[in-house]
């Protein structure tokens, strides 16, 4: 399935995007003084091939897991917090539900595998099991459950937008999970541990030294094959950064935009850029996180982040507030004259 849907991933539009780049270069202003609004409209163009594209339905998929790597004392955070947040966005109080209320965007929450038998039945249940494995002993899952986990994000990718989303953001809930992504950064991008790993949420920084060895020894043990990034997911990764990836792949499959979010969720667009780069086509980053690692992964994506707020949530956050910053680029396009209608040359 994953490779039927890979296959699937059609070129966007370039001729579309040229029409659409001689329109906004003729709106009455300056050229490129709308800046990052005018690329996100010709982005956008490309995708849906037309030049006046739009977006009514907006969805968060949240992917929830938790990380057998946490008994090596990377996080601070107690791991039940990672059950008791898939719950919290349920009762819609979390940050990104805040956010996403605001932007007028759904949430939806998946466990794809957390360590707790979930009793709310609003929480879709896509539990590959209960947490990955201690990457420092080895695997932090199979090859078939790395691949099960991008195929859960496919999944509920294309149910969401057989139910009418058009666009989605890619958010997720997983104490620890900032190991693993500085893990699949530290190999797909070849960097050393300690230039991509940062404190996640509040490690006290004395702690740092040893999340950067944990994942010097995960790596070293695993030797995963960074040209094969199921081998890096199944290795160094996590369940639900497999799932954003696989949201990411799905998404692109149906010529659905979606919203890379903070570190993780760039960590699952490494992977999914690296099964199939014309998903980067579709994909459009929120913001800069505050996490180490988040310049040298948005180095690596090459994918323009516009919001520079400091945020290190994840969750979904940054997605919300693009949403809007996408609305704000649509306004433009959709409400601005060009110099021949407004019948006037410069
Ligand atoms: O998205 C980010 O950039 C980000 C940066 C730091 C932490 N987080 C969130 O905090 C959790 C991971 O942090 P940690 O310290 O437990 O690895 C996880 O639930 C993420 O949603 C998220
Ligand atoms: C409360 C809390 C909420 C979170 N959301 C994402 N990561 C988190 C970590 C903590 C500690």
Redesign the pocket.
Known sequence: MLESTLRKIKSVNKKTALKSIERVDNLVKPKGSLGMLEEIVVKLSAIQNTKFPKISNKEIIVFASDHGIFEEGVAI?PRE?TLI?AENMILGV??VCALAKNANSKVIVVDVGIDADVKNNKIINKKIRKGTSNFTKGPAMSREEAIRSIEIGIEIANSRIDLGADILGTGE?G?GNTTPSSAILSVIGGYKPSEVTGIG??LPLERLEKKIDVIDKGIKFNKPNKNDPIDVLSKVGGFEIGAMAGAMIGGASRGVPVIVDGFISSAAALIAIKLEPKVKDYLFASHFSKEKGAFLASKELGLKTPLHLDLR???GTGAAIMFSIIEFALAMNNNMVTFDEGGFKL
Request: hydrophobic residues 40%.
């Open positions: 955070t917090v947040q979390t940050g809930m104490i949420a509040n949530l994840g969750e």
